[in-house]
């Protein structure tokens, strides 16, 4: 069962409707105890990331989240669920993230246009299993704050905005959009589609990576 998690701060409806056009039955969860027991979650989330993080928090929703990632079970975060895998952010104040990935999150700076709004184009960096460094397509945007991955590996698709940002994070089965997929037409359904078929034989993750991981959610 797919998971979409309902913590006040995500555009659940139109997640949802994607996933119906895919074929694959999902459900609305906002529980430590719902968390638990899916196979696959998607962390959307739209809004500042520190009153994400208290909604979170408030509704014991971390540990569960952690424990999920730790399990090797899949796990995709849209627009500001993307950024709230990182460790830390600096939007209105310095605010902690989840840890699950090293990096932390940064505003725009400059004479241009803030929020970065609109389609863009995606450029692959290496073979991941959502999006291939031959392909090309365009997704939609809205942010004013981008991460900065601690790990360059980390980046498996970035979009020009007056410099390089990141698209596509993820490492092992943990994966990242800052885009919105549900938005993006026929490349967005595919990047979903694939999250949904995860894993590959080829990206299985490691017992060792996995351990890592639970050390990183611990600290």
């Known amino acids: 069962m797919i998971g979409i998690l309902d913590y006040g701060m995500g555009n659940l409806y139109s997640v949802g409707k994607a996933l119906e056009r895919l074929g694959h039955p999902c459900e609305i969860i906002s529980k430590p105890e719902e968390v638990e027991r899916v196979d696959r979650l998607i962390l959307p989330g739209v809004g500042a990331f520190g009153d994400a993080m208290e909604e979170l928090k408030g509704r014991n929703l971390v540990k569960a989240i952690r424990r999920h990632v730790e399990k090797e079970k899949p796990l995709l975060g849209i627009c500001l669920g993307m950024q709230l895998l ?15 990935l090293p990096g ?72 990242g959009v800052q885009f919105h997929p549900e938005k993006s037409g026929e490349v967005g359904m595919k990047i979903l589609g694939r999250f949904l078929s995860y894993p590959p034989q080829e990206y299985l993750p490691s017992k060792e990576s996995s351990s890592k991981i639970s050390q990183r959610g611990d600290e």
């Open 104 to 175: 932390r999150v940064v505003r725009f700076q400059g004479g241009y246009k803030i929020p970065h709004m609109g389609w863009n184009r995606l450029r692959g960096l290496t073979d991941s299993p959502l999006f291939h460094k031959e392909e090309e397509g365009y997704v939609y945007f809205v942010h004013s704050y981008y991460v900065v991955p601690e790990r360059r590996e980390t980046l498996l698709a970035v979009t020009d905005y007056h410099q390089e940002v990141p698209a596509i994070v993820g490492e092992r089965n943990l994966f």
């Open 86 to 100: 990182f460790d830390e952010s600096e939007e209105h104040g310095w605010h902690e993230g989840l840890h699950l």
